[in-house]
Every structure is written in C-alpha cells, then in structure tokens.
C-alpha cells in the first residue's frame, strides 16, 4: 500500500484501470524496497536477526521474487475452498465498496474476485512446480488450522526450525479461548449473491485443485 502497488485499491474500490496498470507493474523494484524496509525495521527497533512473521497472501504470485530477495523464507500456505474463499472475500469486498462509494455492485464485485484470486493462483500453481525450495513450503488445511490448532502450530514451529514449549501450547489455547471462531456471531455468504456459479468456480481453480486437493 505504501508504494501504490497493493491489489486493495481494486478490491475496495471500483477501479477497473487501477486493476489493468497494476497487473502490468514490475514488482521486482518493490521486493528490493520491501526488504531494505524491513531490515530498517529491525535496525530501528534492535530486533536484528529475529525472524518476522508476515501474513500476506499477496506474495501467492511472486514466488520467485520471494525467494531471490529472502532465501530462507518458510512459506506457510493454508489451503481452503477456493469457492468458499471468493464468496468471503467478495462479502468483505462489496462491504468495504459499499462504504467508500456511492453504489457497489454485488455482481460486478464478484467477478473481480473470481478473476484476481484465479490468476493469483494460476502462477502460484505454476511457480510451485517450477520455483524448487519445496522443503521450505509446508501446506496446510484450513479445517484442521481450525480444529487441530495445536498441532499445527507445533508443525510450523518445526518446520521454522523454531521451538515449540509448554508455554507456546498454553498461548495458543488462550488464543482460541479469547477469539473463538463465530464469538460474534456467524457470517453467510454465497457465490450465487455476488452472481457467480459453482461451475465457472471449478473451471477457474482446476489447475490449483488438481495440485492441492488432499488439503482443501
């Protein structure tokens, strides 16, 4: 966002020329800043050679870029649903529009994200078979994050080469205690609200589920 090459301009907005310039942009020049920002992150706050943790599912298309610029990098990929996960990221697309626009159309905000999150995928996939490092990737489901968390968290660990402790097991239960999953209550959506099908969804994530069915 920083550098004007986040993909949330387009989703929490209407901005089909914004889409078009950004899908042109090398982001080659951004990885290099993005680094330097984070090693004057950790010159500012003393934290050298302390690991960071980063959640961002923009770095599913760059790959590559990721391991040119952080070697050592340990990609966790939590799998799920590709069609759940554009009903819910449309819902939460068309909410943010909806509040930073006059109109916003359901169908319309549907569509973005079945294309964004199809081609983000698409070279995610493709990268995967090509990109080599795969013993530093570890692949996860979604259900069993929400149901084994314990478990997971220790494979993580592991896979970091960081530590797992008694008081590591005890933060991660408080953790699921204080932000049990629907405390707030649950919240619905579909494909068919934002006027997309089931079958253009299959079509569209064929390729990603061929390669990653066993973890959705």
Same mark, same amino acid.
């Given at each position: 966002e920083m550098a004007f090459l986040a993909n949330i301009?387009?989703?929490?907005?209407?901005? +089909?020329?914004?889409?078009?310039?950004?899908?042109k942009q090398d982001f080659e020049p951004w990885y290099v800043w993005f680094k330097r920002y984070l090693q004057y992150v950790q010159w500012e706050d003393g934290t050298a050679g302390k690991p960071f943790v980063l959640k961002a599912p923009h770095h599913l298309g760059f790959m590559p870029l990721v391991f040119k610029y952080f070697p050592g990098a340990v990609v966790v990929?939590?799998?799920?649903? +590709?069609?759940?996960?554009?009903?819910?990221?449309?819902?939460?697309?068309?909410?943010?529009?909806?509040?930073n626009q006059?109109?916003?159309?359901?169908?319309?905000? %549907?569509?973005?994200?079945?294309d964004y999150m199809a081609m983000r995928l698409r070279?995610?996939?493709?990268?995967?078979a090509t990109v080599g490092h795969e013993d530093q990737f570890i692949d996860l489901s979604y259900k069993k994050v929400?149901?084994?968390?314990?478990?997971?968290?220790?494979?993580?660990?592991?896979?970091?080469g960081v530590p797992f402790t008694e008081e590591t097991?005890?933060?991660?239960?408080?953790?699921?205690? #204080?932000?049990?999953q629907h405390k707030h %209550?649950?919240?619905?959506?579909?494909?068919? #609200?934002? %006027?997309?099908?089931?079958a253009e969804a299959d079509e569209a994530?064929? +390729?990603?589920?061929?390669?990653?069915? #066993?973890?959705?």
């Open positions: 301009n387009a989703t929490a907005y209407t901005a +089909p020329s914004f889409d078009t310039w950004i899908n990929h939590t799998h799920r649903d +590709p069609s759940t996960a554009v009903a819910s990221f449309a819902s939460l697309a068309q909410a943010a529009r909806a509040a006059y109109s916003a159309d359901k169908h319309q905000t %549907g569509r973005y994200i079945l070279v995610y996939t493709a990268d995967r929400v149901t084994e968390a314990v478990n997971i968290v220790e494979r993580v660990y592991e896979k970091a097991v005890k933060a991660v239960k408080a953790w699921e205690a #204080e932000f049990e %209550g649950g919240h619905s959506y579909s494909l068919e #609200e934002f %006027g997309l099908t089931q994530f064929k +390729p990603y589920m061929q390669r990653f069915a #066993e973890f959705v």
